[in-house]
């Protein structure tokens, strides 16, 4: 009789944190202005549960692609949803101070977007608390909020700076890990890793092409401020929760040779075995608050030749990031069941 078997492989961890910069600009002559208290010195960031909530919504750019500035002085709290008193929002950044850096050793990927306001009300106007927001409308949710150290005095014709980096660090890049994942009620053991291209032995980034992020793992901004989103049709966004590959190139795989990734170190040069490539993924249903979701496809088993396979992978062109999961034992096939195979992610506040 023909039933469902689930294979959800490893938990894929994303660990967030975010900071800002700031400065002041003389509209007039567009000099520099210090501000006391702020040299060179990043202010850390709350990330709020709606902040997170949102990127199982849309990506983590998106996410954050507004300044919001209030006045209010109660502490950032995770629960927070909006700035305790707002005062206006910007949807104007920079034209040249954004990008992406990456940082292997330490397994880490920052976007920053360089935000601008400017102030020509008359007069000063002081800033106490700085959010984040995917809204551009007035008072809106946030993504992250930080109470200012000590507030900052925008003078009339000012225009303050803020640029905002967003760590998303990854531990399973090129980590290999032994989890056990739960098939029909058994425990499967196996090992796992992250991957930004497999036939390198040492990555050096999840993100190889930075002209036009055609094979990111992430979306990232452009110079220009722009958000690049990956381009599924050669990829697929395996580390963003609100991505998958919605067309039919389908960018997910099963493996049936015994020896494909079997050694699997962090330092392998990986051939690709022969892969078995079914339709395109879908993301589970989302709840609120849980910061986990999972994205999966599905494949009837008689399309698969022969009687096992060892594992899979999601996103499959061997030069683009992607997520191997290699069984210690191979899972013998149910001919007459449908498969539903996929990758749990998780966010997490540093």
Known sequence: ??????????????????????????????????????????????????????CFARSFCASRNYLVLGTGTTAASTTD????????????????????????????????????WANSTGSSKTISEVGMSWQSSSNPNVFSRVVLPSAITVPNGYELID????????????????????????????????VGHDTYANDTTLIPNLDNGTYNSFALFRTTGDIIEP?????????????????????ASLFTSATAYASMTATDNFTQPTLYNYAAMTLGTYTAGSFTNTKHYSFLASTLPGQSFYGFTIGNVYYCPHFIFRADA?????????????????LARA
């Not at 909006?82 to 292997?104: D, H, I």
């Not at 697929?236 to 998958?244: D, K, M, N, R, T």
Request: some cysteine.
């Open 330 to 346: 191979p899972f013998t096939k149910n001919p007459t069941s449908t498969y539903h195979i996929g990758l749990r992610t998780t």
């Open 1 to 54: 009789m023909e039933h469902d078997i689930e294979i959800i492989g490893p938990n894929l961890e994303i660990v967030l944190s975010g900071r800002h910069m700031f400065a002041l600009r003389n509209l007039e002559n567009g000099m520099l202005a210090p501000i006391r208290g702020y040299h060179d010195e990043p202010v850390k960031n709350l990330i709020t549960d709606v902040g997170l909530n949102s």
């Open 81 to 116: 949803t909006t700035l305790a008193t707002y005062y206006a929002v910007s949807t104007k950044k920079s034209l040249t101070e954004n990008g992406v850096t990456v940082n292997a050793a330490s397994k880490y990927v920052e976007d920053y977007a360089t935000h601008t």
């Open 231 to 251: 381009d599924i049709s050669y990829g697929l966004a395996v580390c963003e929760p609100c991505s998958i590959s919605s067309n039919n190139n389908q960018r």
């Open 163 to 194: 640029k905002y980096i967003l760590r998303k660090s990854v531990p399973a890049w090129r980590t290999v890990s032994t989890p056990s994942i739960t098939v029909n009620g058994i425990s499967q053991s196996g090992r796992a890793m992250l």
